[in-house]
């Protein structure tokens, strides 16, 4: 007699032990959405669920008892990746292990814009709170290239601008180098694409072009127009004579303000003073302004002068084109 009411109450014990073990798997989180749980590299299992007990979001000691028990019977303790992890509102304690060994961490977002110089896009990689950096305060984009096994070369318009999302943790080098990496691939396919006869000698001075038409213009459909301006300059010996590229030479000497003195000023980058291309890009072009330069729109212009509402008026002669500068100069003095 004695023997069996031990075994009846044994197994009641068991029952209610099996109850509580359920309920406190099944109990749902109290989340309601967006609370992230950082599992930091080399953390324990355990370690993470006793940090989710201290902020409220597990129950009870005996939640990570049980949590930590399924975890290592199942295989998920040891299967846990680092990461954010986002937790959906409606979630079940023993939906955790399975969410921290998914590694479908959060995704961050950063945009690197078309138009921005190297400068201003590695600025903006530095800022975010969520990318690592790695290198150094000086000489950043030379550091840059050589680990981009590119050393020595001048990192301006060699990164695709686009929006990038990635993991808390990532490097500068490790987002840049995705950057780069799209821009070969986005040039090699338009280069694949080009219409024939193109003053260029290589995919790289059509990333020059690209740069240009890029700063000249923020209307799309101005673009094409615009390159067939400056590719037609090229064809027949003419000096680009583009404002973006001489302001890009002044470098930190510009005021905002472009004088004639600086149309004057000899650097690499002048087109008013030497002939072709500039060295090297002069900002981060998009692919609209790359199929432009690659398909420049046919036609006789050989000049364009800005209507100051960010379109432009495109003339075939000089006299045209000289006669445009001062109705619009002179319309933009009478604004003033």
Request: glycine letters at 10%.
């Amino acid at each position: 007699m004695r023997r069996a009411l031990l075994l009846l109450i044994g197994l009641a014990a068991a029952a209610l032990a099996g109850g509580d073990v359920h309920s406190q798997l099944q109990a749902p989180l109290p989340a309601s959405g967006g609370e992230i749980v950082d599992v930091p590299k080399g953390a324990s299992f355990r370690g993470v669920l006793r940090e989710l007990q201290g902020r409220g979001l597990l129950q009870s000691g005996r939640q990570v008892l049980y949590l930590s028990w399924y975890a290592r019977i199942t295989g998920r303790a040891g299967a846990m990746k680092a990461g954010e992890y986002a937790l959906a509102p409606g979630m079940r304690a023993i939906d955790l292990p399975a969410l921290l060994a998914s590694g479908q961490v959060v995704l961050h977002e950063l945009t690197l814009v078309e138009g921005w110089q190297f400068v201003t896009a590695l600025a903006a990689v530095h800022a975010h709170p969520a990318l690592k950096r790695t290198l150094p305060e000086t000489d950043a984009g030379a550091a840059l290239m050589a680990q981009l096994a590119a050393p020595g070369r001048h990192p301006e318009g060699l990164f695709y601008p686009d929006t990038y999302r990635f993991p808390r943790g990532t490097t500068d080098v490790e987002f840049m180098r995705r950057a780069y990496k799209t821009q070969q691939r986005v040039l090699a396919e338009e280069w694949d694409k080009r219409a024939p006869d193109l003053p260029y000698v290589s995919p790289d001075e059509a990333l020059i072009m690209a740069s240009i038409v890029e700063r000249e213009t923020g209307q799309v459909d101005e673009r094409p127009e615009i390159a067939g301006v400056f590719v037609r300059r090229l064809q027949k010996g003419m000096r680009l004579q583009t404002d973006p590229s001489v302001i890009y030479g002044l470098g930190a000497a510009f005021d905002g303000n472009l004088r004639k003195r600086d149309l004057l000023a000899d650097t690499p980058y002048n087109t008013y003073t030497r002939a072709g291309l500039p060295p090297t890009p002069i900002c981060l072009p998009g692919r609209a302004a790359l199929q432009a330069a690659l398909h420049p729109a046919p036609g006789k212009t050989l000049y364009f002068v800005s209507r100051g509402d960010g379109s432009h008026v495109f003339s075939e002669t000089f006299t045209e084109h000289d006669a445009a500068v001062r109705q619009f100069q002179l319309k933009r003095r009478r604004a003033r």
